[in-house]
């Protein structure tokens, strides 16, 4: 055994849990770190308090000098808590989280220091942002981007910094991050929503879309991914045989959580509550290690930067614990994957949940105005949300037998299947008396009865609906939930403005009624939205036979996918509702492009340098031991030495075999890699990194996996799968 992988599984086996003490309640803990309405309304005066809550509920301008009463504030309070510094926090394109701190500390001429933070300094910042992926929206050499505060998502404190959650946008004015679209995006569905909510209740105001996102991870010793220099690099294993025992026995799905990952948990819970990230599930997932995360639900953009946020105390909290976090999508092959389903509603400022079935008829047919509305969106765009998720990593898991295919569509159980069965017969222009009385009371009605017990889950389906909100299930653990949620919402935001046309049409026109209207166009969409509704199993290959027949998508590969993000259709519909232009689709594109590349590039050096310096070095040790044992029984044995040494005569043709392939396929990746380089177009690149070198991967892989099952176990140099998922 290399010294390497001996002292990781030693340090891996001395390991003691963490003891974690919880001396408050967490309801006496939750968002002492967050500078958040109560704090607001104890420290600011009331025109400010004001300002800032119209700016945080109906998006007004807050003025500098009121900017300055904030920032003032909001410094005392900071430096009650002991902090030092603040920065601008955002999202920048890689899709991580970015901070600059300063000091509060400032020197004022001949006479010392003070702590200073001015509305300026809250509102507006300009971070050297050259090094951040832009698209081509800005030249490096004018590298001029600003962040300026959201008000919508509160200050925090973290560690000894006080963050204030930012937009990053180009001086030119288009958007350098993920939040600013996402902005746009739930401003559009806010408008698009009350608009249709008007139908059936004039009371409506505003409507705020909701995330409950649910993060897979696996937690792998320290010393484990020390010792695994692919882990380390690349988030996953590039390399290594299966181990014996995997997860067949489905032992550890919501079995008990081992006491090193409960005491990480609990640690990080801590740092949630203080964060105001309202964590509240917690158990084991399907494969060894894995483990998922749940929040309560909250407003989409505070949901999606507290997932931001989230990812960042994940990995901080492991090292106090001796974890490394992998929130690949698939960090290990032949064990399943991580997700982060992202489950998403409407609810309006009345507070009633858009996706949830009421108590009367006329709520319900609200209910059914969105759910369908909302299906129909998802036929209609099915393949710009497969381009929403994806990504090098994710490509791993969508599709590969264990999540949700790269084929979009949508399960809705049998009981709502059969209602829209009903309403495909509505009919065509003014319903009858008792045909209204009909549906008020046997279909709409009957709604919430329905949906009480609707226990039928099916786990194979990419977007589901359960019960009261639509669970997107394909996006992937790494992801920033930003992109998908912009997306989704931009999505039906559009659908419900041309549902809000048409239904507008009928009443004028053909003087129907409201209802009437609403039912006839309905009727249409279930019509028009058939092929995005499966009901079965996802993960078989008679959907993929099925899904193509219907006309959906199923774009296998990123760069495949990714084209959907710039189709017309595509810029028209974010142009149309404002959420980012042409210049800024076309910089995420480009973006995602790069990152695909880069990501397959080094995962290609990684693996080379692997197999090549690490595996085939090792092989040879043990075919020079072999070599000499059967030179010994030679001696021994003398002309009849081939009877005695048999097995080691073909195990060092094996390994010669395998050790020549490694040899051939390095040479080509290295050689595809260099043809994929020159080739001008990202597009066409991107391509040629998939289909030319990506395989590869796979390929060298074989050999090495091989090797592993013949070396002796005393000389390999690598972690092996059991250690990496049994050792705790
Ligand atoms: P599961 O889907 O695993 O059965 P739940 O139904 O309890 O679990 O919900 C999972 C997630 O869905 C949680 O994060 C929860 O906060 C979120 N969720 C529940 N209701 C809503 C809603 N109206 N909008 C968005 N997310 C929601
Ligand atoms: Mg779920």
């Given at each position: 055994m290399s010294t390497l992988r001996f002292f990781a599984i030693k340090e891996t086996l001395n390991r003691k849990p963490?003891?974690?003490?919880?001396?408050?309640?967490?309801?006496?803990?939750?968002?002492?770190?967050?500078?958040d309405s109560k704090k607001m309304r104890q420290t600011l005066t009331s025109d400010a308090f004001v300002s800032l809550t119209?700016?945080?509920?109906?998006g007004g301008k807050i003025d500098r000098t009121i900017a300055d009463q904030i920032a003032s504030a909001m410094k005392d309070w900071a430096l009650s808590k002991g902090v030092t510094h603040y920065t601008h926090w955002f999202q920048p394109l890689t899709g991580a989280t970015a901070e600059k701190h300063d000091a509060f500390f400032e020197t004022i001429e001949n006479n010392g220091a003070i702590e200073k933070f001015g509305g300026t300094q809250l509102v507006q910042q300009e971070p050297d942002a050259s090094s951040f992926p832009n698209g081509g929206i800005r030249n490096t050499f004018e590298a001029r981007g600003y962040t300026a505060w959201d008000p919508t998502s509160p200050a925090f404190i973290y560690g000894t910094t006080l963050c204030i959650p930012t937009v990053f946008v180009a001086y030119t004015g288009e958007a350098l991050d993920y939040k600013t679209p996402l902005l746009r995006a739930l401003q559009a569905v806010d408008t698009a929503a009350v608009a249709v909510c008007k139908y059936f209740d004039k009371n409506v105001k505003k409507v705020n879309a909701s995330l409950g996102w649910e993060q897979e991870y696996f937690l792998i010793d320290s010393a484990l991914v020390s010792s695994r220099p692919d882990i380390q690099l690349t988030g996953r294993t590039l390399l290594g045989h299966d181990s014996a025992k995997g997860q067949q026995l489905d032992d550890h799905y919501f079995g008990t959580i081992p006491n090193r990952a409960m005491s990480y948990m609990r640690d990080l819970e801590t740092e949630c509550m203080l964060l105001g990230i309202p964590v509240k599930t917690r158990h084991n997932e399907v494969a060894p290690n894995q483990f998922e995360l749940?929040?309560?639900?909250?407003?989409?953009?505070l949901a999606v930067d507290h997932n931001a946020l989230l990812m960042d105390v994940m990995d901080k909290v492991a090292e106090r614990h001796n974890f490394k976090v992998l929130f690949h999508?698939?960090?290990?092959k032949g064990i399943n994957g991580s997700g982060k389903h992202n489950n998403w509603s409407l609810s309006t400022d009345t507070g009633v949940n858009l996706l949830s079935p009421g108590k009367t008829p006329m709520s319900n047919l609200q209910f059914l105005a969105f759910f369908i509305n909302t299906i129909k969106a998802v036929n209609d765009n099915e393949e710009l949300l497969r381009a929403a998720i994806a990504s090098a990593s994710n490509d791993h898991r969508l599709g590969a037998n264990e999540a949700p295919p790269a084929i979009i569509s949508v399960f809705i159980g049998e009981q709502l299947t059969h209602v829209l069965n009903e309403l495909e017969n509505v009919t065509n222009g003014k319903l009858s008396p008792q045909e209204k009385t009909d549906l008020k009371l046997n279909v709409v009605g009957k709604i919430p009865e329905i949906l009480l017990d609707n226990t039928d889950r099916?786990?194979?389906?990419?977007?589901?609906?359960?019960?009261?909100k639509f669970e997107f299930r394909a996006v992937g653990s790494r992801a920033n939930c930003a992109n998908p949620m912009t997306v989704l919402n931009s999505i039906v935001a559009k659908q419900l403005k041309d549902f809000k046309i048409e239904v507008d049409a009928l009443i004028i026109k053909?003087?129907?009624?409201?209802d009437e209207a609403v039912f006839n166009i309905l009727r249409e969409y279930i019509k028009k939205s058939k092929s995005v509704l499966f009901e079965g199993n996802g993960y078989g290959d008679a959907w993929e036979k099925e899904a193509k027949k219907r006309g959906l998508s199923n774009n296998k590969s990123t760069p495949e996918a990714l084209k959907a993000k710039i189709s017309k259709k595509a810029l028209d519909l974010y142009k149309d509702l404002g959420v980012m232009n042409a210049t800024e689709v076309e910089a995420r594109y480009e973006i995602e492009l790069e990152d695909y590349i880069m990501r397959i590039q080094i995962e290609g050096r990684v693996l080379g340098d692997l197999a090549r310096n690490h595996i085939v070095p090792t092989a040879v040790k043990y075919q020079n031991i072999l070599i000499e044992n059967v030179k010994g029984l030679k001696e021994i044995y003398g002309k009849d030495f081939k009877k005695v040494s048999l097995a080691q005569l073909e195990l060092i043709e094996e390994i010669s075999k395998h050790i020549e392939s490694i040899n051939k396929l390095v040479n080509n990746m290295t050689e595809a890699r260099r043809k994929s380089n020159q080739i001008k177009s990202i597009e066409d690149r991107a391509s040629a990194y998939c289909n030319t070198v990506k395989p590869l991967l796979d390929d060298i892989r074989y050999p090495c996996d091989k090797l592993e099952l013949l070396v002796d176990d005393e000389l390999w140099p690598l972690t092996k799968y059991r250690e990496l998922l049994f050792t705790t």
């Amino acid at each position: 055994m290399s010294t390497l992988r001996f002292f990781a599984i030693k340090e891996t086996l001395n390991r003691k849990p963490v003891v974690i003490t919880e001396e408050k309640r967490r309801s006496e803990i939750f968002g002492q770190n967050v500078y958040d309405s109560k704090k607001m309304r104890q420290t600011l005066t009331s025109d400010a308090f004001v300002s800032l809550t119209n700016a945080i509920e109906k998006g007004g301008k807050i003025d500098r000098t009121i900017a300055d009463q904030i920032a003032s504030a909001m410094k005392d309070w900071a430096l009650s808590k002991g902090v030092t510094h603040y920065t601008h926090w955002f999202q920048p394109l890689t899709g991580a989280t970015a901070e600059k701190h300063d000091a509060f500390f400032e020197t004022i001429e001949n006479n010392g220091a003070i702590e200073k933070f001015g509305g300026t300094q809250l509102v507006q910042q300009e971070p050297d942002a050259s090094s951040f992926p832009n698209g081509g929206i800005r030249n490096t050499f004018e590298a001029r981007g600003y962040t300026a505060w959201d008000p919508t998502s509160p200050a925090f404190i973290y560690g000894t910094t006080l963050c204030i959650p930012t937009v990053f946008v180009a001086y030119t004015g288009e958007a350098l991050d993920y939040k600013t679209p996402l902005l746009r995006a739930l401003q559009a569905v806010d408008t698009a929503a009350v608009a249709v909510c008007k139908y059936f209740d004039k009371n409506v105001k505003k409507v705020n879309a909701s995330l409950g996102w649910e993060q897979e991870y696996f937690l792998i010793d320290s010393a484990l991914v020390s010792s695994r220099p692919d882990i380390q690099l690349t988030g996953r294993t590039l390399l290594g045989h299966d181990s014996a025992k995997g997860q067949q026995l489905d032992d550890h799905y919501f079995g008990t959580i081992p006491n090193r990952a409960m005491s990480y948990m609990r640690d990080l819970e801590t740092e949630c509550m203080l964060l105001g990230i309202p964590v509240k599930t917690r158990h084991n997932e399907v494969a060894p290690n894995q483990f998922e995360l749940a929040p309560i639900y909250e407003e989409a953009n505070l949901a999606v930067d507290h997932n931001a946020l989230l990812m960042d105390v994940m990995d901080k909290v492991a090292e106090r614990h001796n974890f490394k976090v992998l929130f690949h999508e698939k960090p290990f092959k032949g064990i399943n994957g991580s997700g982060k389903h992202n489950n998403w509603s409407l609810s309006t400022d009345t507070g009633v949940n858009l996706l949830s079935p009421g108590k009367t008829p006329m709520s319900n047919l609200q209910f059914l105005a969105f759910f369908i509305n909302t299906i129909k969106a998802v036929n209609d765009n099915e393949e710009l949300l497969r381009a929403a998720i994806a990504s090098a990593s994710n490509d791993h898991r969508l599709g590969a037998n264990e999540a949700p295919p790269a084929i979009i569509s949508v399960f809705i159980g049998e009981q709502l299947t059969h209602v829209l069965n009903e309403l495909e017969n509505v009919t065509n222009g003014k319903l009858s008396p008792q045909e209204k009385t009909d549906l008020k009371l046997n279909v709409v009605g009957k709604i919430p009865e329905i949906l009480l017990d609707n226990t039928d889950r099916n786990r194979t389906s990419p977007f589901a609906f359960t019960g009261n909100k639509f669970e997107f299930r394909a996006v992937g653990s790494r992801a920033n939930c930003a992109n998908p949620m912009t997306v989704l919402n931009s999505i039906v935001a559009k659908q419900l403005k041309d549902f809000k046309i048409e239904v507008d049409a009928l009443i004028i026109k053909k003087d129907l009624k409201k209802d009437e209207a609403v039912f006839n166009i309905l009727r249409e969409y279930i019509k028009k939205s058939k092929s995005v509704l499966f009901e079965g199993n996802g993960y078989g290959d008679a959907w993929e036979k099925e899904a193509k027949k219907r006309g959906l998508s199923n774009n296998k590969s990123t760069p495949e996918a990714l084209k959907a993000k710039i189709s017309k259709k595509a810029l028209d519909l974010y142009k149309d509702l404002g959420v980012m232009n042409a210049t800024e689709v076309e910089a995420r594109y480009e973006i995602e492009l790069e990152d695909y590349i880069m990501r397959i590039q080094i995962e290609g050096r990684v693996l080379g340098d692997l197999a090549r310096n690490h595996i085939v070095p090792t092989a040879v040790k043990y075919q020079n031991i072999l070599i000499e044992n059967v030179k010994g029984l030679k001696e021994i044995y003398g002309k009849d030495f081939k009877k005695v040494s048999l097995a080691q005569l073909e195990l060092i043709e094996e390994i010669s075999k395998h050790i020549e392939s490694i040899n051939k396929l390095v040479n080509n990746m290295t050689e595809a890699r260099r043809k994929s380089n020159q080739i001008k177009s990202i597009e066409d690149r991107a391509s040629a990194y998939c289909n030319t070198v990506k395989p590869l991967l796979d390929d060298i892989r074989y050999p090495c996996d091989k090797l592993e099952l013949l070396v002796d176990d005393e000389l390999w140099p690598l972690t092996k799968y059991r250690e990496l998922l049994f050792t705790t």
